[in-house]
C-alpha cells in the first residue's frame, strides 16, 4: 500500500486546514486509517484513528472537538479536518493504515505502512 498525503501548509492560529491522505495498492477499506504528527524535537504521537469495520472514531484528547477524521472508501482516501488550529499543533502530520488493527490499539504507531508526511505550521 502506497499512501500519499497533502494539504499541509501554513496557516494562522484559529484558522482551519483539511489533510488528505490518498492510498494506493490495497482494498482501502479493509484498513484501520490514522493520522499521527511529530513537532520537532518531539515524538510521533497519535491524533486520530478511524476504525476499519464500524468507522468508529478516536482522537487524541488534545485535538478532541477540534479536529475530524473521516474516510471515503470509494476514492480511497482517508481526511483530517482541523478546525482552531493552535500554534502547538504545529508539526509533520502522517497519515498510517493497518488491516490488523484492533480497537484498543488504534493509538499505537505500530501501523505497517505511513505516508511521507505533509508539515503543518501554525502561526500565532
Known amino acids: 500500500v502506497q499512501l500519499q498525503a497533502s494539504g499541509g501548509g501554513l496557516v494562522q492560529a484559529g484558522g482551519s486546514l483539511r489533510l488528505s491522505c490518498a492510498a494506493s495498492g490495497g482494498t482501502f477499506s479493509l484498513y484501520t486509517k490514522a493520522w499521527f504528527r511529530q513537532a520537532p524535537g518531539k515524538e510521533r504521537e497519535f491524533v486520530a484513528a478511524?476504525?476499519?469495520?464500524?468507522?468508529?472514531?478516536l482522537y487524541a484528547d488534545s485535538v478532541k472537538g477540534r479536529f475530524a477524521i473521516s474516510r471515503d472508501n470509494a476514492k480511497n482516501t482517508v481526511h483530517l479536518q482541523m478546525n482552531s488550529l493552535k500554534p502547538e499543533d504545529t508539526a509533520v502530520y502522517y497519515c498510517?493504515?493497518?488491516?490488523?488493527?484492533?480497537?484498543?490499539?488504534?493509538?499505537?504507531?505500530?501501523?505497517?505502512?505511513w505516508g511521507q508526511g505533509t508539515l503543518v505550521t501554525v502561526s500565532s
Open positions: 478511524i476504525f476499519r469495520n464500524s468507522g468508529s472514531t
Open positions: 498510517a493504515v493497518d488491516r490488523t488493527k484492533i480497537y484498543s490499539s488504534l493509538s499505537h504507531p505500530d501501523y505497517a505502512y
